[in-house]
């Protein structure tokens, strides 16, 4: 099955259902609704133990990610985080983290993404990009000043990723995975999608927190939010106008998104995320030097504020 809510009403499109590999069939109903919608659903498509093993990677990287900045008294690029309005700092998402979490970076090139996305593509998928949205409320920090930290919740802007991409040349054709790593529920900020807004590129406006489409370009009552069990795969098309409602839950709603775009494009390598890599590397493995000679101990860990 794939399954869609729409305003608040589950419904279900029948498609087989499992954590191993997705049948021609399955594969060619899944393609017909992502032409027509711009997105499809797979649940459970990863098993439980797999699904583990990418909540352990991304605790490693929130940890890494806040005591690098810690000992090297500097804001990782790598790091969006915010403070909400009641005064909690949430973490919106780290990026780029394919160089830090091995299990994460084996599953951007697993058959259950690569395979669908082939089907929908057209083409061989090349990684273009990947990024973890945690949407993630912190314990307290000591030496938290040093952040920047703007005020605002965890949401994302109505936007579409192309309105991104083409800054760096990438083709329309660019097609992202996100896997649900926790549950999506209505109470833990799900994405909302627009269904069919993927037809058309709509240029945007640069507003607070990112790029957004023009007022009025889609009605918020017509958004479809996506509540997918853990080990779920969306994929949508670059164009696919989406947002988020702010997590109220209280606990991370972590999705691992990996972009393709199609070999024939003939992109280079990493152009989006590499820069960014070659910045923090350097500043991680000073952290790690100050911490294996005794000059740092970790100041945050999340076992600590559980």
């Known amino acids: ?11 279900t499109v029948l498609l087989h259902q499992s954590t191993h590999e997705v049948p021609h069939q399955a594969t060619r109903q899944a393609h ?6 711009g997105y499809v659903v797979l649940p459970s498509v990863f098993a439980a133990d797999e699904v583990a093993a990418m ?13 690098s900045s810690l000992a090297n008294e500097r804001h ?3 790091l969006d985080i915010r403070r909400q309005c009641d005064g909690t700092v949430v973490v919106r998402k780290i990026q780029p983290i394919a160089d830090l979490g091995l299990d994460l970076a084996r599953f951007a090139a697993d058959d259950r993404l690569l395979g669908p996305m082939a ?4 083409d061989e998928p090349v990684l273009m990009e990947e ?3 945690y949407k993630q409320p912190l314990p307290e920090i000591d030496g938290c000043g040093l952040f920047r930290l703007p005020q ?10 192309y309105a991104y991409y083409q800054h760096n040349d990438y083709p329309q054709a660019v097609i992202s995975s996100a896997i649900t790593i926790d549950e999506c529920r209505a109470d833990n900020g799900p994405i909302l999608v627009f269904p069919g807004s993927h037809r058309r590129h709509v240029e945007h406006l640069r507003v607070r927190n990112g790029l957004e489409v023009p007022p009025g370009t889609v009605d918020l009552a017509d958004a479809v939010p996506i509540h997918a069990p853990p080990g779920s795969v969306m994929f949508f098309h670059s164009c696919l106008i989406h947002t988020s409602e702010p997590n109220r839950s209280g606990q991370p709603r972590r999705l691992m998104i990996f972009s393709h775009f199609p070999k024939t494009a ?8 590499g820069p960014n890599r070659l910045r923090e590397s350097p500043w991680e493995w000073r952290y790690q030097r100050l911490k294996a000679g005794g000059d740092y101990v970790d100041g945050f860990s999340l076992r600590a504020g559980a």
């Open 152 to 161: 605002d919740d965890d949401r994302f802007p109505i936007h579409n990723d």
């Open 1 to 11: 099955m794939f399954y869609h809510s729409r305003m608040g009403c589950p419904y």
């Open 32 to 37: 017909q609704a992502f032409l027509r919608d």
């Open 55 to 67: 909540r352990a990677d991304a605790d490693f990287i929130l940890e890494l990610i806040i005591n």
């Open 119 to 122: 089907a929908f593509m057209g």
């Open 131 to 133: 990024k973890l949205n």
């Open 76 to 78: 990782s690029g790598r």
């Open 266 to 273: 003939g992109i280079g390598f990493d152009i989006r995320n």
